[in-house]
C-alpha cells in the first residue's frame, strides 16, 4: 500500500497526490469509499511541491508494513 495524501474535496469526491506518481497540479480524483483512512493527519500548509510532498510521505511509504498500523 501507498500512502497519499488528500489534498481536496469536491462534489463527494477528493482529490490525492503523493507528489511522485500523482503531482499536485493534477491529483487524483477518487470515491472516498475506496480509500483507506488513517489514524493521522498531516499539516498541508507549508507543503507547495511535489519535493515536500514525497518528503512529508517518505516515512509512511518506506517503513516496515507491522509499524505502519495507526499511522
Known amino acids: 500500500h501507498r500512502f497519499y495524501v488528500v489534498v481536496s474535496q469536491s462534489d463527494g469526491w477528493v482529490y490525492i497526490a503523493d ?3 500523482r503531482k ?3 491529483p487524483k480524483r477518487k470515491n ?3 480509500l483507506a483512512k488513517t489514524a493521522r493527519q498531516v499539516e498541508l500548509s507549508g507543503v507547495d511541491t ?3 510532498l514525497r518528503r512529508l510521505l517518505w516515512d ?3 517503513t516496515a508494513p507491522e509499524n505502519r498500523k495507526g499511522r
Open 50 to 52: 511535489d519535493q515536500k
Open 32 to 34: 472516498p469509499r475506496h
Open 60 to 62: 509512511y511509504n518506506n
Open 19 to 21: 507528489g511522485k506518481r
Open 24 to 26: 499536485l497540479e493534477k
